[in-house]
């Protein structure tokens, strides 16, 4: 459903800004990485839940309750940064605090996957399935409160504070709204591949975590 969401905004994006796919030359590059990951994530929803770690429902519970839990986050952040005037410096402090809370709820996810199950491979399962849902509500936000908030007074300050338009000044390009469209392209496509990966290790630690944990429990006297 995230998936075919995204598909949706993207879509919705070209017909809305038509020279988004045609004033950078790469544009139509960007639109076919940001539908093309969407579909692989659509695949691995499809068929990802028969894979057989993830038949056992504590470890899809943990990922999809941690995932939603990141979907949260991203709305927070994401509407802190329209609504709350702020300067590039505390706009700094909220995207490393964002995303280093994201990395702790990966790691919990594994965590508390191989709590559950006693099973060490449950951890980057749980936190891998986290990060493709959360992955897919962070796309949906970047795209929707972009939509959402063109040509009001939070997007100029937005703008102005995430320092959009100084890169738009210093890329050449004369169109500011496929400037921003081909960067949400390619951050959206980034995003969703790099976050499943940093997942694993996350998730491997936190379940390296939990055995440890559940180790010391069983050999130390009560």
Avoid: K
Avoid at 13 to 32: E, H, K, M, N
Avoid at 80 to 106: C, K, Q, S, W
Avoid at 147 to 175: H, K, N
């Amino acid at each position: 459903m995230g998936a075919f969401a995204n598909v949706a905004l993207i879509v919705y994006g070209v017909i809305r800004f038509p020279t988004a796919l045609s004033a950078p030359r790469d544009a139509p590059l960007g639109v076919c990485a940001g539908i093309g990951i969407a579909t692989i994530y659509a695949i691995i929803g499809w068929f990802g839940v028969r894979a057989p770690g993830l038949r056992d429902p504590r470890v899809l519970r943990a990922g999809v309750r941690f995932g939603l839990c990141g979907g949260a986050l991203f709305a927070f952040s994401m509407l802190g940064e329209y609504l709350v005037p702020h300067d590039p410096r505390e706009n700094m402090i909220l995207a490393f605090a964002t995303f280093g809370l994201f990395f702790l709820l990966l790691f919990v996810s594994g965590f508390c996957a191989t709590l559950a199950t006693r099973r060490l491979s449950a951890g980057p399962l749980s936190a891998v399935w986290a990060a493709l849902i959360a992955s897919q509500l962070w796309f949906i936000l970047l795209l929707g409160t972009y939509y959402a908030f063109i040509g009001t007074p939070q997007e100029a300050r937005f703008l102005e504070t995430d320092q959009v338009i100084a890169d738009f000044e210093r890329s050449g390009m004369r169109d500011l709204r496929a400037f921003i469209f081909e960067d949400y392209m390619g951050g959206g496509f980034y995003h969703s591949l790099l976050a499943p990966l940093l997942a694993l290790p996350l998730g491997g630690l936190g379940g390296l975590c939990a055995q440890v944990i559940r180790i010391m429990r069983s050999v130390l006297p009560r």
